[in-house]
């Protein structure tokens, strides 16, 4: 695991450097976008956040669950890269198609905030692009069986449903709690223990859940199941799948901190990132497990089919 080099207040002070990166092209790239060095706040420190976006002053705004406002710095970088490709998106692309150094700069950023190396991430455009290309790409077989909860986001219980139906895997949603306002870690977490069983493959939940703001105390389940799993041989073990991005972006920890196995997110809510941006992080003993569903234009596969 790669040593972390940013934290939460870190990665949203330097927001204009990953928008550059994620628009498609590194900074030192000819046509890049430009990266100068953000100004220091003034006294009124909330008063100059506030002053970053482009939010109506008519209404009071709680609305970053759903979709953030862009930042000045991502409406910049985002208004530089689309003028670039309007006035020659072929020679555009041509200077900024670099592999090893437009995605690695992206990934490399998200691997540093994740605390994780950059080669387990993937990139994708939501988290429910994250969530179902996890899930259907899980050698799951008739009869295995995936535990989630009756509080998981409509992605998550489609995802599922989907797989199941491709699969012949046995979705089962438990309640972990009757009201948000008196959820109990301890509870929680012993619904989920007692709620696997031996054919249990695939635990599936969310970090924090959108209908009640319950965060889920994620490491306590991760040390349940790796209890569960201690005495399980390889191919029958169980993987914590995190719904995270709701905690991504608010909660400064690394996924070394959290233990689960693979989390999904997008970067278009708390994190303040382009719209249409997402991760996708497993462990990389677990990476090999997964089908590929979509054919993927990074690194060593594209060079490989170049060549050829």
Known sequence: MTERALHRRELLAGVALAAGALGGCSGAAEGGAPSAALPAPPPDEWGSIRAEFNLSREWIHFGSFLIASHPRAVREAIEHHRRQLDE?????????????TALAGVIGIAGSYMGVEAGDIALTDS??????????????????????????????????????????AVVRKIPLYERGAVASSGAMVDTIARALTPATRVVAVTWV??????KLPIRAIAEVVAEANAARAEADRVLLCVDGVHGLGVEDVTMADLGCDFFAAGCHKWIFGPRGTGVLWGKPEHWARLRPTIPSFGFEAYAAWMRD
């Open 209 to 214: 859940h959108s209908c009640t703001g319950v």
């Open 127 to 168: 988290t429910t692009m994250s969530l179902a290309t996890l899930y259907q790409g899980l050698p799951l077989r008739a009869g295995d069986e995936i535990v989630t909860t009756t509080h998981d986001h409509f992605a998550t219980h489609e995802a599922l449903r989907l797989v199941a139906q491709r699969t012949g």
């Open 88 to 100: 020659n998106p072929v020679e555009y692309l041509a200077k900024n198609e670099k592999f090893n």
